[in-house]
């Protein structure tokens, strides 16, 4: 049955009515000391969580993780009225007016021909209807400080793609490649590790911005084969497990071996 307006709004009422009980003075003494500094690493996890209930694929996972997000940014938001900064209904209302003056297609008279011009119309808005990056604001500005270091890469450089700053052809990315890679093995050789370190960052941003060429997204990427490195490895584990052994006393020999068969599997 589909849900009435009534429901959902029945629903909500009692959401914020749990939060603002928990908040009281005869609520629960842990909320009670909670700021909005403490809030940022709790959405951070609980975002976390809800893209690996995405990527699982389980309804009942998804519906628990967005749950669980919606409470801490409903959360934030009831400590911030607290404060006296603002109210969930200013908050409501700032985006809904953002979305509708961004979808001018949508919501006006804008036509578009397809998704690149609503990407460009997005990214204009922005500059020049709600002048982002004026007032000594600058090219990075809005590309949050605590993304994961290589989404903040590409993000970083799809921004200076897009006011001219870039490489014409993906051979000349490839070119950067093999140059950043004899400079970590210069380093290597000298042993210097301060060197070391700054190469290996410069040989990382070099493979962000081939992904970025190539249309891949580099922690999506680095997601996917992190994931595959431990269902291959898992495999080894259970594969030894039923010869009564454990890695730390099979032979390097033995778990390539099992490593080979997991992909064979695959």
Not at 38 to 67: N, R, V, W
Not at 156 to 182: C, H, P
Request: charged share 35%.
């Amino acid at each position: 049955m589909k849900e009435t307006s009534c429901q959902a709004e029945a629903c909500f009422k009692r959401l914020l009515q749990t939060i603002q009980k928990l908040r009281s003075k005869d609520g629960c003494l842990w909320d009670r000391k909670q700021k909005k500094e403490d809030m940022a690493k709790y959405i951070l996890e609980e975002t976390y969580e809800l893209i690996d209930a995405i990527e699982d694929g389980s309804p009942e996972a998804l519906k628990e993780e967005m749950g669980d997000l919606l409470f801490q940014v409903f959360f934030l938001a009831h400590i911030s009225e607290e404060a006296g900064d603002f109210k969930l209904t200013d908050i409501m209302k700032d985006v809904t007016e953002k979305m509708i003056r961004r979808h001018p297609h949508v919501f006006g008279n804008t036509r578009v021909k397809n998704v690149e011009e609503i990407k460009n119309n997005w990214e204009d808005i922005k500059r020049n209807m709600e002048k982002r990056n004026e007032n000594g604001r600058g090219l990075f500005d809005n590309i949050p400080r605590s993304l994961p270091a290589l989404l903040r890469a590409q993000k970083v450089t799809e921004a200076a793609s897009k006011v001219g700053f870039d490489w014409v052809r993906t051979e000349e990315v490839l070119a950067k490649i093999e140059e950043e890679l004899n400079e970590f093995k210069s380093s290597l050789a000298a042993n210097d590790i301060k060197c070391i370190r700054e190469e290996i960052g410069d040989l990382l941003f070099s493979l962000v911005n081939i992904s970025r060429f190539v249309n891949v997204n580099a922690e999506e990427s680095l997601t996917a084969s992190l994931a595959k490195f431990i269902d291959r490895f898992s495999y080894i584990q259970e594969k030894l497990a039923e010869q009564g052994k454990d890695p730390a006393g099979a032979s390097l020999k033995e778990m390539d071996d099992l490593w080979n068969e997991s992909k064979l599997k695959e």
